[in-house]
């Protein structure tokens, strides 16, 4: 069955800590692959994306991503984190020949002062 | 401003009462999608259109309609609501389908079934 796994459901870390949020991925093919954050009671916003290429990827507001195909996963992180981040970051992704998305379950960042 | 919007924001109605969710995007984008969000579960697709008139179903499509008589828009329609249908609903769009394109999202409706 195809799928997204997010495993951490919570995590906490201290203001300047750096952070890894994991997803794995379960598809016969590299997918298209997404990092969106949720504010509270806010839409979702693109942090970054991956298609092709370079398997380090850039985002924004501080982000990168790198693509492990013989993972199959695309962690997030960050090296040090704001409280401004405190959100849920969901990962996504995008299967070309069926036009649809899947998304993980999410991970509610919390950031300690 | 480039945005999808979608409303009402909140609603909250009665088993078996037919309801419109309206969704609406400016920057003429061909693919657009409607995803329900419950916790645990993250967001998942309830139905997406590639462009006018040209709908399909996403993985969680029961009890649920779509249209696309427009581009810009394309309503989910709840044409008997029950309980388990309270949820947040996200609506999106992205320029192309294709599973590559960035898609841009609502700010939610958060829909009560009692």
């Known amino acids: 069955a195809q799928s997204v796994t997010q495993p951490d459901i919570h995590i906490t870390v201290s203001e300047g800590a750096s952070l890894e949020l994991r997803c794995n991925y379960s598809y016969g093919a590299t997918p298209y692959l997404f990092w969106y954050v949720q504010s509270p009671g806010q839409g979702l916003q693109l942090l970054l994306k991956?298609?092709?290429?370079?398997?380090l990827v850039q985002g924004i507001k501080g982000f990168e991503a790198e693509f492990k195909r013989s993972q199959s996963s695309f962690n997030l992180r960050k090296p040090s984190v704001h409280w401004s981040d405190a959100a849920e970051y969901f990962c996504?992704?995008?299967?070309?020949?069926?036009?649809?998305?899947?998304f993980g379950s999410g991970t509610k960042l919390n950031v300690k002062p | 401003e480039a945005q999808v919007t979608q409303n009402p924001r909140y609603l909250i109605t009665v088993t078996g009462k037919k309801l419109t969710v309206t969704c609406s995007q400016n920057?003429?984008?061909?693919?657009m999608s409607w995803y329900r969000q419950d916790p645990g579960l993250g967001l998942r697709q309830i139905y997406y259109?590639?462009?006018?008139?040209?709908?399909d179903k996403g993985d969680v499509p029961e009890g649920y309609k779509v249209s696309r008589k427009e581009k810009r828009n394309f309503p989910l329609i709840l044409e008997s609501p029950s309980p388990n249908q309270t949820s947040l609903y996200f609506c999106?769009?992205?320029?192309?389908?294709?599973?590559?394109?960035?898609?841009?999202f609502g700010p939610g409706t958060r829909l009560t079934v009692t």
């Open positions: 999106a769009s992205s320029l192309r389908g294709l599973g590559s394109y960035e898609q841009y």
């Open positions: 991956y298609f092709s290429g370079d398997t």
């Open positions: 996504a992704v995008g299967l070309y020949n069926f036009n649809k998305f899947y």
């Open positions: 920057m003429n984008h061909e693919y």
């Open positions: 259109s590639m462009n006018v008139e040209v709908t």
